[in-house]
């Protein structure tokens, strides 16, 4: 089941490009919107199929693959990763929908972006180290090209800083994944890549993956890989760059999936596998165990503030990208109930909501050529209905009540006072701020008297809300009933090691 | 085993030579025709060598009197140098620089190109390494200086020849030292000597580590490790582009058995009291990161493929520093898969400048257009260089990687790691260039059915071995044999 | 000090290797520097009969000076066309070129002179005439190799060498 | 007429090689610091031979043989680069042949 | 009457109607008569809430307990924390429900006539529905996460109506400000809740393990952690109440609809500050009720004689809710929870009504404006005064005023507008507190009394202080209420063009004046509210004679306090607070009232004379008086430079921070003018932006440029001739050899 889901698109990818000849756009994009309908398909099966009440992964498969290592081709998926895998399998076709008006080298386009969320469901899928850094690196080709190639003006500054950015990242984490995997074992006494095998090893007094040190040492190994993908400061300046030139549908996935991509892999790995080592950086003692917090604050402020200073629009929402994930660090931060709950809800929440919001600028960017949003002005009388829509991802990205976003940013701030309080409240300057530069925004662009140069603007069509409703929905209900997401993944989080 | 015994075990060398032989005299027979008969000649020659050593088989002999040594270690080399010989044919009949007047002399060349790697794969004796590295380099020379009318060729002949002569006369030198100390050339005797001399203290320590040090001299300029890198990219710039793709792979192959047979079982026993490791792990560390640093402002692909096989040496050496079998069957590893990912790359090198006539970045421009497998086949090339998985490279990489952190070498890998994303960036150079940019010329390429077959054989085992490298795990094992005692 | 006239004679072939060395490395004149070659080379052959070695000290006068030095004087008149026979020195490549060649000379110097295995050597008894032995060795004992794979080498030289040259008949 | 006397006269020539290696300006002499370079390595085989090794085993001899082959082989083709060299350049400057370099 | 489907039909029915909306507006058309869904929406909530106060009347004993009746469930079940959500049914919030449903009915009425012909009729109605459900969802909450929710969603919707007019900057601008102002308070309730959240691990309010129940075992040694907690939530409550310093969004946010500005900045959303602090009653603190009563009683002052010398007509409306609002911030502080509820209660009519009123003076003015030519819509458009900045006489003419509210347009409208002329003085005089005839009196009196009172029996010097406060706040709200009546309908017309055309209200905006004129009589009277409201216990606060805490008492409070407030009451006899609930057998109690009411009526009689003088038989010239006074009446006009601190701060920094950083940009200065903290946020982003771009970037460009220059270096040593190679090769050997030796 698992399989099939990962490597639909990837054959997919293979009828794409063969199957297909150039000419036939139309079919191209016909094809690959059926093919990611597959996975969704598929992620939705599971999501409602998925036992909830038990721990542990469930779906498993599991064989040999590389025997001189031990590396075993193990997927699976817990209640945390059942809820990425949606969202992704759930961008899919949303994206495709949103590409629909690229008319450069659209068979390729289509490929790798097939590729790409092969890689993507597989990293979320992944049960077995190294099978989960393959997969992680994978995104990073078709990536590279999808921004470099269809990308905005500077798309090869952009694309080759978030290539070399990612890589950077990675090796690092190479590193500490190869150390945990040498230390899982002996000459003697078999290692391992499982990644449930060595949680349980890390778990071990007395055996070597326990030992703090090496653990602390190994935790930011893999949280330097992981940083720079969510991002967090410093390792952020690629976002900004990237999200901005590439192309629509690719900053929705940056922003939706990508991004999760780090912050995933911190509780996969840095939070469940190396507990000693996040609490050396999470405990609030010494002189390094704020520091997770701290870095959540610094992302939550600082993203938000770099947001407000923005004229140009996607980099606002880019921005306010790292405002959040900032939401999401703090919450890790805490390690009890309702951070961790607060950072992943805020994970799903804020693919969600930036998907939506990156669909927005595109939107208007396809309509108007640019985005830079003292340039507009009074649209909100021209186009009610993508106002409408603006306003509803706007207010539910700063956090409003009755909207996804809020009960994430909420949670995570609630766990996290426990025990960073200064920290905690320092941060809720984001909130403040959040709200400061949507609103200015939404001022800027759909207030005020009408830019006469827009006077014949159109309304946004169907295809395009076709692509933001299921989105807008997923807001509103889990906004209004966050539990649908929470008891998926309840018992994964009971799992972890948190500290009450 | 004495002199005639050994030849029955002897017999793909001499294949080797009697079809070099052969070619010269067809050359001479069908110098107006053209063809490439010498080189189909050359081929068939070297598939019989590779066919009668197989069918010898690998099992540890010691032949001529110690002064070579039949073994699977042996014998893993000379089936990759085969192979990049090999290709370099394929190229050389594909390649429009090279002169088909000269063709017949060119490929008995690179037989005996071949035939001198061979020995230095599994040579045991000083001399005999001598000897050996001396025929490759020879060999080599003339093969760099190949193209008429090149100054550029001319140049690399002459730079290649002075910097090999210093070297050789450099490493003999040193082994004349260590013939001095020990009285004998036979490296297994060497090593007992040197154990024996080091826990009697009958030593001068420096005396071995200068000796030794020279020697590495001239093992060191055929892998182009720091500080003997020098000439490799001015070479590899001005050679033959075959030749080029030939030095790079199969020259630094033979240079790493040689490497690897005398450290593992020559001057094993002297590290007692010095650091051969650390030593090894900073000239390493220097090698890649010099070479990568240099390539990145390279406008010659050619040039900037130099400066990027040097730092590949950097990493297999790498696997060298540990003197552990981990750290050898990641070379043995790393050695077959760059390989293919290495010649492939010049392949399209081969192919572009053939056809756009450019070595530069700048001729690669909008190539995904013009000609799309061939640009997906570099980008595949590049990024397996470069070490992302689910290639080849990456599995290279890892092993490696995983053989350093092992032996608790920390920095080194962080070092090897950091650079792998600075090579990242150069080869991306080359990838933005083909994918990213336009060129004023669109009109798409063609090339030859048996070009695309040629590239794909390259292209598939960079794909696949990314995927499951298992076997590899397991031949670099078997290689491995008797060598680590 | 009492020298006997064997010695003396050692001493003066040593000087000799030396002093012609020197020149060749110092001496402005490209052709001198050529036919100092040529006195080191003579001396060192001498060296080689005190070692008892005179098939070695043949094959030196025979090789070096007869094929070699007279390659070196070709080399020296077919390009001597444009270019002045002066040698320019350059003074950084001078420096750092005597610095290094001397550090090696003073770490030589050090292994000489420490190595165990050199010191106070008893010097073997006169040996025989070499020729044959050497014969024996590289036409049935192990160095039977080598020997085949030096002749390949000097094949390969020989035809290198004239492809290289040739081009230059094709040129014209 | 110990071994250490061949020994210096052979490290001195050695020394010197180098030195003419790098730094004289023309291709030839060059190849002269090569030479002296050779007969220095082939000096020190005879001296061990002699010295060192058992009186019945001149095997260090053998091997210098070898060098004298080799280093005549080697020149030859030197020789042939130098002249192409000259040939391109019309010097054979080390110094003016650097068109591939950075 | 059950409860739970009562209040799920009372939430349900303004939902629908707007997500009937929503739902529609997706496929780009609107339902014409969304007025009439909103409307009968609105009066089916009515209803409900009637029914529901059956319950309240037929079991007064039950309801009149705060927490009388929860029903919650799990919301979100994380494991061994959960949040719950539910409806909390008590005579509070049955009256609160009351109050919602009336005022939002007839304003949904009077919209129906007031907004008639607006190109976005529709949605206006689908946001008064919006608006209606968070109102009403806020009340229904049982634990302070339901609260905050609908604290948030109240506060969208004002933006949202506030801006509905947002073709012109100044809605636009006001939206923004109301949200941002609001959203600083909310802030500190968020962190509030932490902090009660993290000592008592929930939200919830009410029940064994609410926070009411938790915190009343909390010891002297966490007064103070109680204390800050308390004024944190109350921060929320200044935001939104308007209380000073975060008052200034109020008055802008005038420029939204009348009918908007009746319901939501008037009668209810701003309420809702006080009707969160009422609720959070139990866990005040004297600390912070002191805290939240002197800040009620500044604000009380304050804003009333800022209201003195405004022209326009809804801004004096605007303050004077504010200053009321501080009434009702001070009545809660003071400690009686009754009095502050029941002033919510009044003035939500009579404030309702006043707004209506003049919203029916300016559509008359606007009807008549249109009749002349004009475009108002265009005139109006800078409405913000402040945001000029002129603070000299010349300013004081009708720059910035939309004509159609200035009052010193109009006069002698009682001929005109009969009905709404007879409605709003029935208003004015209830606000100003004519004794017995007029809620507001009762209401006023109870504030009045009960912070005498605590004086008196206290004998507190702060008390005092906030009684004069309080007191000389009436005077000044009869006099300014006073002013808006003589100024409007009184004396001749003084702009003819306007006033020929200005006609009365048609009757679907008359009937709501009239009802609402009907509820400022005392129908809603004392006794009635103080049968049903029972002031809960408040276990932290204690007399300051009981100077010597006892804590075995307090605890033995804590037990009984919570379950029965009767018991609660006879155990601690002494705390007047109880007192007021009960009855008025208290002497000190009596004392108060009877120094308050003889007091009043001179508070009436003063404040109306004064304006009568002033404005009716202009005896005194204002602006005499104000050229007399010129210093204060700058001041005043100037609204104590509220705006102008905020902003002057702002332009100081930001022009500091941008001369640091070179970047200085006279679009900064035009930014400045634009709005209140965004800009300073907006200076700290381009320093945060820049150092971005120049530092964390550039800092990573610089590891690349080095990189890059090292290869370039590295480069250079391939110098391409050959002796140099060889130097490096034979240094090279020499080099290892050397420092090989040098190190092993």
Redesign the interface.
């Known amino acids: 089941m698992l399989s099939l889901m990962i490597f639909i698109p990837l054959l997919g990818m293979l009828v794409v490009l063969f199957a297909i000849r150039r000419e036939q756009e139309e079919l191209a994009k016909r094809v690959t919107f059926i093919i990611t309908l597959i996975p969704l398909l598929i992620a939705v099966f599971l999501f409602v199929d998925y036992d909830r009440s038990a721990p542990g992964h469930q779906y498993e498969e599991d064989m040999m693959w590389i025997e001189a290592f031990n590396i075993r081709y193990h997927v699976g998926i817990d209640g945390l990763s059942v809820t990425l895998v949606l969202l992704t399998a759930l961008l899919g076709p949303i994206c495709v929908l949103a590409s629909w008006k690229i008319d450069k080298g659209i068979k390729a386009y289509l490929a790798l972006f097939l590729l790409l969320e092969t890689g993507m469901i597989g990293f979320f899928c992944a049960l077995d180290m190294f099978l989960f850094y393959v997969f992680f690196e994978l995104t990073l080709l078709p990536m590279y090209f999808l921004i470099g190639i269809w990308g905005g003006p500077r798309r090869e500054y952009a694309a080759i800083k978030f290539f070399l950015y990612t890589l950077f990242g990675s090796v690092l984490m190479l590193i500490a994944m190869i150390a945990v995997y040498l230390k899982s074992g002996t000459d003697d006494v078999a290692r391992t890549f499982d990644i449930p095998t060595l949680i349980e090893l890390a778990k071990t007094p007395g055996h070597a993956l326990a030992d703090p040190t090496f653990q602390i040492w190994a935790f930011l190994g893999f949280f330097i890989g992981f940083a720079v993908k969510v991002p967090i400061f410093p390792f952020h300046t690629w976002l900004p760059d990237a999200h901005v030139e590439a192309p629509t549908a690719i900053s929705v996935i940056l922003a939706g999936i990508l991004l999760k991509m780090g912050t995933y892999g911190l509780v996969r790995v840095n939070f469940a596998m190396l507990p000693e080592g996040m609490d050396f950086f999470c405990n609030g003692e010494g002189r390094w165990g704020n520091s997770l917090a701290i870095l959540g604050f610094i992302n939550i402020v600082y993203g938000s503030l770099c947001a407000l200073a923005q004229t140009d629009f996607k980099k606002l929402v880019a921005y306010s990208s790292i405002g959040h994930m900032g939401f999401v660090l703090i919450g890790l931060a805490a390690r009890n109930e309702s951070g961790l709950t607060g950072a992943i809800l805020q994970m799903f929440n804020h693919g969600v909501i930036s998907a939506m919001l990156f669909l927005l600028v595109g939107v208007v960017y396809d309509r108007a050529h640019h985005r830079e949003i003292n340039g507009f002005g009074g649209l909100g009388s021209k186009m009610p209905i993508y106002t409408g829509i603006t306003t509803l991802a706007f207010m539910a990205s700063l956090g409003l009540p009755g909207l996804s976003g809020f009960v994430g940013e909420a949670l995570s701030l609630l766990g996290a006072y426990s025990k960073f309080k200064v920290l905690t409240i320092l941060s809720t300057a984001g909130i403040v701020v959040g709200a400061a530069y949507f609103l200015w925004t939404l001022q800027r662009v759909f207030l005020g008297e009408l830019n006469p140069k827009y006077e014949a603007i159109t309304e946004i069509n169907g295809r395009e809300i076709a692509t933001l409703v299921p989105l807008g929905i997923l807001t509103i209900v889990l906004g209004i009933w966050p539990s649908i997401a929470i008891d998926m993944f309840r018992e994964a989080v009971s799992l972890l090691p948190l500290v009450q | 085993m004495t002199n005639i015994a050994s030849i029955p075990y002897f017999i793909p060398e001499i294949v080797l030579v009697v079809f070099a032989v052969v070619i010269i005299l067809y050359d001479l027979g069908s110098k107006k025709t053209g063809g490439n008969g010498a080189a189909y000649l050359g081929l068939i020659g070297l598939v019989i060598a590779v066919i009668t050593a197989l069918v010898i088989g690998s099992e540890d002999r010691s032949l001529f009197l110690g002064m070579v040594r039949l073994d699977s270690f042996a014998m893993f080399f000379k089936i990759i140098i085969s192979v990049a010989t090999a290709a370099t044919i394929l190229f050389s009949v594909r390649s429009s620089e090279l002169d088909p007047e000269t063709k017949g002399e060119y490929y008995a060349l690179l037989l005996a190109v071949t035939l001198g790697m061979y020995l230095m794969a599994s040579s045991t004796h000083?001399?005999m390494i001598?000897?050996s590295l001396?025929t490759v380099s020879?060999t080599s020379?003339?093969l760099a200086?190949f193209l008429t009318h090149?100054?550029?060729s001319?140049?690399?002949?002459?730079?290649y020849?002075?910097f090999g002569?210093?070297s050789s006369?450099?490493m003999?030198?040193g082994?004349?030292?260590l013939?001095?100390m020990t009285?004998?050339?036979d490296i297994m005797l060497i090593s007992s000597k040197l154990g024996e001399m080091f826990s009697q203290g009958n030593v001068y320590p420096l005396a071995v580590l200068l000796s030794i040090t020279f020697i590495l001299a001239g093992v060191g300029y055929k892998i182009a490790s720091v500080p003997f890198h020098m000439w490799s990219?001015?070479?590899y710039?001005?050679a033959p582009i075959p030749i080029t793709a030939f030095l790079s792979v199969a020259s630094k192959a033979a240079g790493f058995a040689l490497f690897l047979r005398l450290f593992y079982s020559g001057f094993k026993s002297a590290d007692a009291s010095i650091d051969w490791s650390m030593m090894l792990a900073v000239v390493s560390a220097l090698t890649m990161t010099v070479g990568n640093l240099a390539a990145l402002?390279?406008q010659n692909v050619k040039?900037l493929l130099a400066y990027s096989s040097i730092s590949h040496g950097g990493f297999l050496l790498m696997g060298g520093v540990l003197l552990t079998s981990e750290g050898l069957q990641a070379i043995l590893i790393y050695l077959i898969i760059y390989l293919f990912m290495n010649l492939g790359a010049f392949f399209v090198v081969i192919l572009i400048a053939n056809e756009v006539g450019s070595e530069t970045i700048d001729g690669y421009r909008g190539l995904v257009s013009r000609a799309p497998l061939i640009a997906v086949s570099m980008a595949i090339f590049l990024f397996s260089l470069t070490g992302l998985p689910p290639l080849a490279g990456f599995a290279g990489k890892w092993i490696l990687f995983a053989a350093v952190i092992k032996e608790q070498l920390y920095w080194l890998a962080v070092i090897g790691l950091l650079n792998s994303v600075v090579a990242l960036y150069y080869y991306v150079r080359i990838v933005k260039a083909m994918f990213l940019e336009s060129s004023d010329d669109t009109e798409s390429l063609s090339f030859s059915p048996g070009s695309l077959v040629l590239l794909l054989i390259f292209v598939v085992p960079t794909l696949l071995l990314g995927i499951y490298w298992n076997p590899l795990y397991e031949l670099s094992r078997a290689s491995l044999g008797k060598l680590m005692g | 000090m009492e020298l006997n006239p064997?010695?003396l004679v050692?001493y003066l072939f040593?000087l000799l290797?030396?002093a012609s060395?020197?020149v060749?490395?110092t001496i402005k004149n490209?052709v001198y520097?050529?036919f100092s070659?040529m006195v080191?080379?003579f001396s060192?052959a001498g060296?080689?009969v005190?070692?008892?070695?005179d098939?070695?000290a043949a094959?030196?006068v025979i090789?070096?000076v007869g094929?070699?030095l007279v390659?070196?004087l070709?080399?020296?008149m077919?390009?001597s066309?444009?270019?002045d026979l002066k040698?320019?020195?350059?003074r950084g490549?001078?420096f750092?070129?005597?610095v290094?060649?001397?550090t090696?000379?003073g770490l030589?110097?050090s292994v000489?002179?420490n190595t165990p295995?050199?010191e106070n050597?008893d010097?073997?008894?006169s040996?025989e005439p070499?020729t044959r032995?050497?014969g024996e060795?590289?036409m049935k004992e192990?160095?039977l190799l080598?020997f085949e794979i030096?002749s390949i080498?000097?094949l390969?030289?020989?035809i290198?060498?004239?492809l290289?040259?040739r081009?230059?008949v094709r040129?014209e | 007429?110990?071994?250490?006397?061949?020994?210096?006269?052979s490290?001195?020539?050695?020394?010197?090689?180098?030195?003419?290696?790098?730094?004289?300006?023309?291709?030839?002499?060059?190849?002269?610091?090569?030479?002296?370079?050779?007969?220095?390595?082939?000096?020190?085989?005879?001296?061990?031979?002699?010295?060192?090794?058992?009186?019945d085993?001149?095997?260090?001899?053998?091997?210098?043989?070898?060098?004298?082959?080799?280093?005549?082989?080697?020149?030859?083709?030197?020789?042939?680069?130098?002249?192409?060299?000259?040939?391109?350049?019309?010097?054979?400057?080390?110094?003016e042949?650097?068109?591939?370099?950075? | 009457m059950p409860v739970v489907p009562l209040i799920s039909i009372i939430l349900v029915a303004p939902l629908a109607a707007f997500a009937f909306f929503g739902l529609l507006s997706l496929t780009g058309r609107n339902y014409a008569r969304q007025d009439l869904v909103s409307t009968a929406a609105m009066l089916v909530a009515f209803v409900c809430a009637v029914l529901l106060f059956t319950n309240v009347v037929a079991d007064p004993d039950k309801y009149s307990h705060d927490g009388a009746e929860i029903h919650s469930l799990t919301w979100l079940p994380l494991g061994s924390v959960n949040f719950s959500m539910g409806f909390l049914f008590d005579s509070v919030t049955s009256v609160m429900l009351l109050v919602v449903t009336i005022v939002s009915s007839l304003v949904h009425i009077f919209s129906i006539g007031y907004m008639h012909g607006d190109p976005r009729y529709p949605r206006f109605f689908a946001f008064l529905s919006l608006f209606s459900f968070s109102m009403l969802f806020l009340v229904v909450s049982d634990n302070l996460l339901g609260i905050y929710i609908g604290w948030e969603l109240v506060g969208v919707c004002s933006y949202l109506l506030i801006g509905f007019w947002f073709e012109q900057d100044a809605p636009a601008n006001a939206c923004k400000k109301a949200f941002m102002t609001t959203r600083v308070g909310d802030v500190g309730m968020f962190i509030g809740m932490m902090m009660l959240f993290t000592k008592f691990r929930t939200l919830s309010l009410y029940g064994t393990d609410g926070i009411f129940a938790l915190a009343s075992n909390l010891t002297t040694a966490d007064m103070t952690w109680l204390s800050i907690a308390g004024v944190l939530i109350f921060c929320g409550a200044v935001g939104k109440s308007a209380q000073i310093p975060l008052h200034t969004w109020l008055p802008d946010a005038m420029e939204g609809p009348t009918p908007v500005s009746a319901l939501i900045h008037a009668a209810t959303m701003v309420a809702a500050g006080v009707y969160l602090t009422a609720r959070m009653f139990p866990i005040l603190t004297a600390d912070s009720s002191l805290f939240i009563a002197y800040v009620g009683a500044i604000t009380a002052l304050v804003a009333a004689t800022i209201a003195i010398v405004r022209f326009d007509i809804k801004r004096v409306l605007a303050y004077s809710t504010i200053s009321q609002l501080g009434y009702m911030m001070l009545a809660i502080g003071a400690g009686s929870y009754v009095a502050g509820l029941f002033h919510l209660t009044t003035h939500a009519f009579f404030k309702a009504l006043l707004f209506l009123g003049s919203g029916s003076v300016i559509h008359a003015f606007h009807a008549a404006h249109h009749a002349h030519d004009h475009d108002h819509e265009h005139d109006h458009a800078h409405g913000d005064d402040h945001a000029h900045g002129d603070n000299h006489a010349a300013s004081f003419d009708s720059f910035g005023i939309d004509p159609a509210q200035d009052m010193r347009h109009m006069g002698g409208l009682r001929h005109k507008m009969p009905i709404t002329f007879v409605t709003m003085l029935i208003a004015t005089l209830s606000i100003a507190g004519v004794p017995y005839i007029f809620s507001g009196f009762w209401s006023k009196d109870a504030v009045l009394v009960e912070v005498l009172y605590r004086a008196i029996s206290w004998n507190s010097v702060h008390h005092y202080i906030l009684f004069s406060m309080a007191a000389l706040a009436a005077v000044i709200t009869a006099f300014y209420m006073f002013r808006l009546i003589f100024m409007t309908f009184t004396g001749e017309p003084r702009n003819q063009e306007m006033h020929d055309g200005a006609h009365e209200s048609p009757w679907k905006m008359a009937i709501p004046l009239i009802i609402l004129a009907v509820l400022s009589f005392p129908i809603v009277n004392k006794w009635s509210f103080e049968k049903y409201v029972k002031q809960p216990a408040q276990p932290h606060v204690h007399a300051p004679k009981h100077a010597t805490y006892d804590a075995s008492q307090d605890v033995l409070h804590a037990q009984l306090g919570l379950s029965d407030a009767h018991a609660a009451e006879d155990a601690h006899s002494e705390d007047a607070h109880h007192d007021a609930a009960a009855g008025h057998h208290n002497p000190d109690h009596d004392k108060a009232h009877n120094i308050v009411v003889p007091l009043s009526f001179v508070i009436v009689i003063v404040g109306i004379g004064l304006s009568a003088l002033f404005y009716y038989w202009r005896k005194i010239s204002a602006d005499a008086v104000a050229a007399r006074l010129r210093p204060i009446y700058t001041l005043l006009w100037n609204k104590y430079y509220f705006d102008e601190l905020y902003d002057g701060v702002l332009v100081a920094l930001t022009v500091a921070g941008s001369k640091v950083l070179g970047l200085f940009d006279l679009r900064f200065i035009d930014g400045i003018v634009n709005g209140v903290g965004v800009v300073v946020q907006a200076g700290c982003a381009r320093v945060s932006g820049w150092f971005d771009n120049t530092f964390v970037d550039g800092l990573v460009n610089l590891v690349a440029r080095i990189t890059w220059s090292i290869g370039g270096r590295v480069?250079?040593v391939?110098?391409?001739?050959?002796?140099n190679y060889?130097?490096a090769v034979?240094g090279g050997v020499v080099l290892l050899i050397l420092i090989f030796r040098a190190l092993f």
């Open positions: 000083l001399l001598y000897l001396e020879l020379y003339i200086g090149s100054p550029r001319s140049e690399a002949a002459f730079k020849i002075t002569a210093i006369g450099t003999l030198f082994i004349s030292l013939f001095g009285g004998t050339g990219p001015d070479v710039e001005g402002p390279q040039r | 064997q010695e050692f040593a290797t030396i060395a020197v060749v490395v490209i520097a050529a070659l080191t080379l060192v060296l080689y005190f070692l008892q070695a098939f070695l094959t030196q090789v070096y094929g070699i390659l070196i070709f080399g020296v077919m390009t066309g444009s270019l040698l320019k020195l350059e490549q001078l750092w070129g005597g290094v060649s001397l090696i000379f030589l110097l000489i002179t295995q050199w050597v010097i073997g008894a040996q070499t032995k050497i060795m590289i192990e160095y080598p030096a080498l000097l390969v030289a020989l290198g060498a004239a290289i040259s081009k230059e040129d | 007429m110990s071994l250490q006397s061949y020994l210096v006269i490290i001195i020539l050695f020394s010197l090689g180098i030195f003419c290696v790098l730094t004289r300006r023309n291709a030839i002499s060059i190849l002269m610091g090569i030479e002296l370079i050779l007969n220095s390595c082939n000096l020190n085989f005879a001296a061990f031979s002699r010295y060192v090794t058992p009186p085993d001149i095997s260090g001899q053998i091997i210098a043989l070898f060098g004298i082959v080799l280093a005549a082989a080697e020149a030859a083709v030197f020789l042939a680069i130098i002249l192409a060299i000259y040939r391109e350049f019309s010097t054979i400057s080390p110094d042949t650097d068109t591939l370099k950075g | 480069r250079r391939q110098t391409g001739m050959i002796q060889l130097l034979v």
